[in-house]
């Protein structure tokens, strides 16, 4: 499994960014995935998972503002984040696995690099 992340940046308080990341080296109807964050001195936290049947788990802290979705026609996997907050800023990781190991277990820095975003006023 390779996964690539891309789309982080700088952003003000309230703005928007989509992230992106690319799969690659398995079949990517056959596993579920999600993204991953980690603030500097935080623990790594579950930010988004989507099945391959397309149903959906958002973390609290998320919810109603971050929206997962992916495009199997190109293997990539996306997350829109809208109305974003300080509290946002963390490097952002994508996973693939299946949902219970996703659900159990924390994913950051274990496949690709990561990208940083950074919410300020």
């Known amino acids: 499994v390779q996964l690539v992340e891309s789309g982080g940046g700088s952003v003000q308080i309230g703005g928007s960014l989509r992230l992106s990341c690319k799969g690659s080296?398995?079949?990517?109807?056959?596993?579920?995935m999600g993204w991953y964050r980690q603030a500097p001195g935080k623990e790594c936290e579950r930010v988004a998972i989507?099945?391959?049947?397309?149903?959906?788990v958002y973390g609290e802290t998320v919810r109603g503002r971050f929206t997962v979705s992916e495009d199997a026609a190109t293997t990539t996997l996306y997350l829109q984040m809208n109305r974003l907050k300080p509290e946002d800023t963390a490097v952002y990781y994508c996973?693939?696995?299946?949902?219970?190991?996703?659900?159990?277990?924390?994913?950051?820095?274990?496949y690709g690099q990561g990208t940083q975003v950074t919410v300020s006023s």
């Open positions: 996973a693939a696995n299946r949902m219970s190991a996703l659900l159990a277990g924390v994913w950051c820095n274990r």
């Open positions: 080296g398995f079949t990517f109807d056959y596993l579920d």
């Open positions: 989507i099945s391959s049947d397309g149903s959906t």
